[in-house]
């Protein structure tokens, strides 16, 4: 089988968020622009740390993946953020009670393969909707990208397989891999990849881009952007090798959240949520960057 990283990567070229991404660059810092992107954030002794990426998708409800959660941590979302080093001012915290974290009632943390890799946390009160905090806008109901179209991943991940985490908030074009590429064998293969995932990116230039959980941009023929995917996993041989581009959960219409697991009380043992960087994963040769 194929190794699997879960995403904490980070990403590279600069472009404002009303343009169309041009190639790969070199890992400068975006400038701050109208993205539902938002840290989430864990304690540690005393201090909140950045762990993953997320979607604003309502004033009060955060879209991340699944295994970035853990029932054990103590969660904010930060809203407005672009550089980590300094007080811009539009940042807003919010915290997450641990009874409004929602996984995907499918989801296996034991099985990124196996998809679903999604997660709902409701805030503890609503966002202040500004320049720059709004609302990401997901895709109709059945979208499917075509091979090659270009979308764009966000984050604070890391610039290059074992390198260094930005301050800011980076992103970098990925274009599209439909299914029909991504389920070759000298891809990731039939058994990695479902109908319920994207393939994005896996030119050797195309870097590491984006955090767990952040958001696949997409932009819509009206020219308004789509957030198509929440990244979940690239492969163990790192995050820019050839032919394995990185894997996002495919965004649909979300069902309702009270339906879903609560993270902190898993339907059974065997599906309980484990951090991604846990021995857990290790064992099954699923490793994670930035851990």
């Keep these: 089988g194929h190794g699997v990283v879960m995403v904490t990567m980070r990403v590279q070229g600069g472009l404002s968020c009303s343009e169309r991404p041009a190639p790969v660059g070199g890992g400068s810092g975006i400038q701050p622009c109208l993205l539902p992107q938002i840290s989430l954030q864990y304690e540690r002794d005393g201090t909140f740390r950045h762990t993953c990426g997320g979607t604003l998708i309502a004033a009060n409800w955060v879209m991340t993946a699944a295994h970035c959660i853990s029932n054990s941590r103590t969660y904010q979302v930060v809203l407005g953020e672009y550089d980590m080093s300094a007080g811009e001012g539009p940042e807003q915290r919010i915290p997450v009670n641990s009874d409004d974290i929602f996984v995907h009632p499918k989801w296996l943390s034991f099985c990124a393969a196996c998809g679903n890799d999604i997660a709902l946390m409701k805030l503890q009160r609503p966002a202040v909707l500004s320049a720059e905090v709004q609302v990401g806008r997901l895709p109709p109901a059945g979208s499917i990208l075509p091979n090659g179209y270009p979308c764009v991943l966000s984050g604070w991940g890391r610039l290059t397989t074992g390198g260094s985490l930005p301050d800011r908030l980076q992103q970098a074009e990925l274009p599209v891999v439909d299914y029909e590429h991504c389920t070759q064998p000298d891809w990731w293969g039939a058994v990695a990849i479902r109908q319920t995932m994207i393939c994005a990116g896996g030119a050797e230039k195309a870097g590491c881009n984006g955090d767990s959980g952040g958001p696949l941009n997409c932009q819509a023929e009206d020219g308004t952007w789509e957030v198509h995917g ?38 059974t043992a065997g599906t309980s949520v484990f951090l991604c960087w846990g021995g857990v994963w290790r064992q099954q040769g699923l490793l994670h960057y930035g851990g």
């Design 230 to 267: 929440i990244a979940s996993f690239v492969s163990a041989l790192g995050c820019n090798a050839a032919k394995k581009p990185t894997v996002f959960t495919r965004v649909v219409l979300v069902v309702n959240p009270p339906a879903w697991h609560r993270a902190n009380k898993p339907p």
